[in-house]
């Protein structure tokens, strides 16, 4: 008989120690499950949120707190959780934990009564089955908590969080273990402790790779941020641009990969398609910062460093100053002949009518140069007409009255650039894919040259720098074109036009999708979503927003 109870209860002990070990080989897998996850995230508070969560289930812990070390060398309480309590603080919840942080150092002196401070000076992880009988720490507010809520804080693991370089960056504290069968309080095991110890160091190093990653990409939106400052420092008219075009993409891009019908229905983005988007719209313009100033701000047609009208307004007083001494002298011969009252009229009413002559064209100059609207045949004639004027200049010499620069300048047909200056300007794309494709793009980011150079290509192929199809071009691309062309009809910081309201803009817009300029596709979801109302309520005028009506956009069907 006596055999048979010692056969059972070794039949029991093995099946208990099978069963622990079972346990541990599950939770082992656990632990590296968690692993692979930690390395994956990308945002700092949700790796934060894993790591605590993690924790937990592993070691079967009702709470628990995560602690940051500060610069100001305290312990920030950055998460808690209490499941029995939903009780839950920091990370996602948006709700930040409304603790002081714990002093390292009082009085310069080491912070050892404070449980988590010791843990982080020392490196030591620190179990203890029951804060209320434990000696050596300091545990008031530990009683103070249990006294507000009703809890009993009993089992704590606290764990120190080392990363690669030996750094202890934080702090693992769980609180009260429960029996996996009973539910009860127990203190933690050493397999507890050994695998808290084990994700706690795989969490330092996740979260000192993410904070490193962080500062990196920090550190190169600033530099890109740099870039479009050297624009905006240039001009104050394309360093706007720089800002808006970024965020009119991703209005843009979010509303198409939240579209559930038609050909966009499968066009999703994942965070890291985001960012990559986001760096793209930033350095969409970079080559411009090779681009003459006097170009980019070029607001009339004879505009370089200074508006050259104005010298032509001196021709004109010259001529208007000969022809006063022409009246004179005519006046004087005139007299020394004793002439007819009616010569000397005449005389008087040429010259009348020259002035009168001089002014017009004075006038009709002035408006060319402005450069707003498309010139005609005949105000292209009539420039060239004037320009024949003869005039002495300041050194004596007979000459026409407009250099062939001028007459090239004033008898451009639209807007303010001739063609060689609309070709220093196109060759900012250019520059721009040079400079983008020449850096050593990670593999996450591959795409930055693609999305940034396709912006000035045309769905018809009859864009530049490469003359692209819209088959050849990502979705980005052309997404970028949309918003680098809005902007751009909108802006209100141009030197040489004032910005359309939302109605010409879309009018302009949908003429641009009919021809074969922009993407039909995105085109409709930027109308139907709104995208453009959105982006006018940040950036544009209040007498710009005007009331739009969807139905007569052209190229645009309700």
Request: with cysteine; charged share 25%; aromatic share 6%.
């Given at each position: 008989m006596s055999g048979s109870i010692d056969t059972t209860q070794s039949l029991k002990l093995g099946g208990a120690a099978r069963s622990a070990a079972d346990d541990l080989v599950l939770r082992?897998?656990?632990?590296?499950?968690i692993g692979a996850s930690l390395s994956a995230e990308r945002d700092i508070n949700r790796l934060l949120e894993t790591i605590l969560t993690a924790a937990k289930s592993l070691t079967?812990?009702?709470?628990g707190t995560l602690y940051r070390i500060t610069e100001e060398r305290t312990l920030r309480f950055e998460i808690m959780r209490t499941t029995s309590l939903k009780y839950y603080l920091g990370g996602t919840t948006g709700t930040p934990a409304p603790f002081y942080p714990i002093q390292l150092y009082k009085d310069g002196q080491p912070n050892h009564s404070m449980v988590a401070a010791y843990a982080a000076l020392t490196g030591k992880t620190v179990n203890i089955p029951d804060a209320y009988v434990a000696e050596g720490f300091d545990f008031s507010g530990t009683r103070a908590f249990d006294a507000k809520t009703g809890y009993r804080s009993k089992s704590f693991l606290t764990v120190p969080m080392k990363n690669h370089e030996n750094e202890i960056i934080g702090v693992l504290q769980l609180i009260n273990a429960t029996h996996p069968g009973t539910g009860e309080i127990v203190p933690f095991s050493p397999s507890d402790q050994r695998l808290a110890e084990s994700l706690a160091s795989q969490a330092a190093i996740a979260i000192s790779?993410?904070?490193?990653?962080?500062?990196?990409?920090?550190?190169?939106?600033?530099?890109?941020?740099?870039?479009?400052?050297a624009i905006d420092e240039k001009s104050p008219y394309t360093g706007g641009?720089?800002?808006?075009?970024?965020?009119?993409?991703?209005?843009?891009?979010?509303?198409?990969?939240?579209?559930?019908?038609?050909?966009?229905?499968?066009?999703?983005?994942?965070?890291?398609?985001?960012?990559?988007?986001?760096?793209?719209?930033?350095?969409?313009?970079?080559?411009?910062?090779?681009?003459?100033?006097?170009?980019?701000?070029?607001?009339?047609?004879?505009?370089?460093?200074?508006?050259?009208?104005?010298?032509?307004?001196?021709?004109?007083?010259?001529?208007?100053?000969?022809?006063?001494?022409?009246?004179?002298?005519?006046?004087?011969?005139?007299a020394e002949r004793r002439a007819a009252p009616q010569e000397l009229d005449?005389?008087?009413?040429?010259?009348?009518?020259?002035?009168?002559?001089?002014?017009?064209?004075?006038?009709?100059?002035?408006?060319?140069?402005?450069?707003?609207?498309?010139?005609?045949?005949?105000?292209?004639?009539?420039?060239?007409?004037?320009?024949?004027?003869?005039w002495t200049d300041m050194a004596g010499h007979e000459a026409n009255f407009l250099t062939e620069d001028e007459v090239t300048n004033l008898t451009i047909r639209s807007g303010t650039l001739t063609a060689a200056e609309?070709?220093?300007?196109?060759?900012?794309?250019?520059?721009?894919?040079?400079?983008?494709?020449?850096?050593?793009?990670?593999?996450?980011?591959?795409?930055?040259p693609e999305y940034a150079g396709g912006h000035h290509e045309r769905m018809d192929g009859k864009g530049y720098p490469r003359g692209l199809t819209r088959e050849q071009m990502s979705v980005q691309a052309r997404i970028m074109g949309i918003a680098d062309i809005f902007e751009a009809l909108t802006a209100k910081d141009r030197p040489y036009k004032r910005g359309k309201a939302l109605s010409d803009s879309l009018e302009i817009l949908g003429r641009f999708r009919l021809n074969g300029h922009i993407d039909p596709d995105l085109f409709d979801v930027f109308v139907r979503k709104r995208v453009y109302r959105r982006y006018a309520e940040m950036f544009l005028d209040p007498e710009q927003i005007d009331d739009v009506d969807e139905s007569s956009i052209p190229g645009y069907t309700p």
């Amino acid at each position: 008989m006596s055999g048979s109870i010692d056969t059972t209860q070794s039949l029991k002990l093995g099946g208990a120690a099978r069963s622990a070990a079972d346990d541990l080989v599950l939770r082992l897998e656990q632990l590296n499950a968690i692993g692979a996850s930690l390395s994956a995230e990308r945002d700092i508070n949700r790796l934060l949120e894993t790591i605590l969560t993690a924790a937990k289930s592993l070691t079967r812990a009702d709470g628990g707190t995560l602690y940051r070390i500060t610069e100001e060398r305290t312990l920030r309480f950055e998460i808690m959780r209490t499941t029995s309590l939903k009780y839950y603080l920091g990370g996602t919840t948006g709700t930040p934990a409304p603790f002081y942080p714990i002093q390292l150092y009082k009085d310069g002196q080491p912070n050892h009564s404070m449980v988590a401070a010791y843990a982080a000076l020392t490196g030591k992880t620190v179990n203890i089955p029951d804060a209320y009988v434990a000696e050596g720490f300091d545990f008031s507010g530990t009683r103070a908590f249990d006294a507000k809520t009703g809890y009993r804080s009993k089992s704590f693991l606290t764990v120190p969080m080392k990363n690669h370089e030996n750094e202890i960056i934080g702090v693992l504290q769980l609180i009260n273990a429960t029996h996996p069968g009973t539910g009860e309080i127990v203190p933690f095991s050493p397999s507890d402790q050994r695998l808290a110890e084990s994700l706690a160091s795989q969490a330092a190093i996740a979260i000192s790779n993410r904070a490193l990653i962080n500062q990196l990409e920090q550190l190169f939106e600033s530099f890109i941020n740099l870039i479009n400052l050297a624009i905006d420092e240039k001009s104050p008219y394309t360093g706007g641009h720089c800002q808006r075009v970024p965020v009119l993409t991703m209005l843009l891009a979010e509303a198409a990969s939240e579209t559930d019908q038609g050909p966009l229905s499968e066009f999703r983005m994942t965070d890291t398609d985001r960012y990559e988007l986001k760096i793209a719209g930033l350095l969409h313009d970079c080559g411009k910062v090779t681009t003459p100033v006097h170009v980019v701000d070029k607001a009339t047609k004879l505009q370089t460093i200074f508006d050259r009208i104005h010298l032509i307004d001196t021709r004109f007083e010259v001529l208007k100053r000969d022809a006063e001494i022409g009246l004179l002298q005519a006046r004087a011969a005139l007299a020394e002949r004793r002439a007819a009252p009616q010569e000397l009229d005449a005389a008087e009413l040429a010259h009348r009518e020259r002035v009168r002559q001089l002014e017009e064209d004075r006038a009709f100059l002035r408006a060319c140069n402005i450069g707003t609207e498309a010139m005609r045949d005949g105000d292209v004639e009539r420039v060239r007409s004037i320009a024949r004027y003869r005039w002495t200049d300041m050194a004596g010499h007979e000459a026409n009255f407009l250099t062939e620069d001028e007459v090239t300048n004033l008898t451009i047909r639209s807007g303010t650039l001739t063609a060689a200056e609309r070709q220093i300007i196109n060759h900012h794309i250019v520059a721009t894919i040079r400079m983008l494709e020449s850096l050593p793009w990670p593999r996450h980011l591959r795409n930055v040259p693609e999305y940034a150079g396709g912006h000035h290509e045309r769905m018809d192929g009859k864009g530049y720098p490469r003359g692209l199809t819209r088959e050849q071009m990502s979705v980005q691309a052309r997404i970028m074109g949309i918003a680098d062309i809005f902007e751009a009809l909108t802006a209100k910081d141009r030197p040489y036009k004032r910005g359309k309201a939302l109605s010409d803009s879309l009018e302009i817009l949908g003429r641009f999708r009919l021809n074969g300029h922009i993407d039909p596709d995105l085109f409709d979801v930027f109308v139907r979503k709104r995208v453009y109302r959105r982006y006018a309520e940040m950036f544009l005028d209040p007498e710009q927003i005007d009331d739009v009506d969807e139905s007569s956009i052209p190229g645009y069907t309700p």
